[in-house]
């Protein structure tokens, strides 16, 4: 689409450009373990090679791991196993660095475990809260 670029600007920091708005995103860590940080967002994403592959159309429940993405402590836990969450919505509250770290569900889904409670302090790629997701 016209108007819309993406250039790197220096080593895991990118010039992006949609609808005539220029965004700062940064992305860190391995190809198979990927971290993005855009506007006070924080996004995730893992190719787990052990988990089974899923047949192309299968449907059935996804397991989502949401993990810290630094040392932080846990300022607040919003949801409890069983509550149904919608994509993008935050999930926890971590701080960091004096900073608040917002925790966003990947997809719409239901919480099967929460692995932490307010005032924990949880180490960098410590699964914080499983969802099960309908797909």
């Not at 592959?53 to 196993?81: C, D, F, N, W």
């Not at 999930?91 to 889904?109: F, H, Q």
């Amino acid at each position: 689409m016209a108007g819309e670029s993406i250039s790197r600007i220096a080593p895991g920091m990118f010039s992006v450009v949609v609808g005539g708005r220029r965004e700062i995103v940064y992305v860190a860590g391995t190809p198979s373990d990927r971290w993005a940080f855009w506007n006070g967002h924080v996004f995730h994403s893992t190719d787990d090679s052990q988990r089974a592959k899923r047949p192309a159309g299968a449907i059935g429940p996804l397991v989502q791991s949401l993990t810290a993405p630094m040392p932080a402590t846990v300022i607040s836990v919003l949801v409890a196993p069983g509550d149904r969450v919608a994509k993008g919505e935050t999930v926890i509250l971590l701080e960091a660095m004096k900073m608040e770290l917002p925790i966003r569900a990947l997809g719409a889904g239901t919480v099967t475990a929460v692995h932490c409670r307010a005032g924990e302090l949880v180490r960098a790629d410590q699964e914080l809260i499983a969802l099960d997701s309908k797909i």
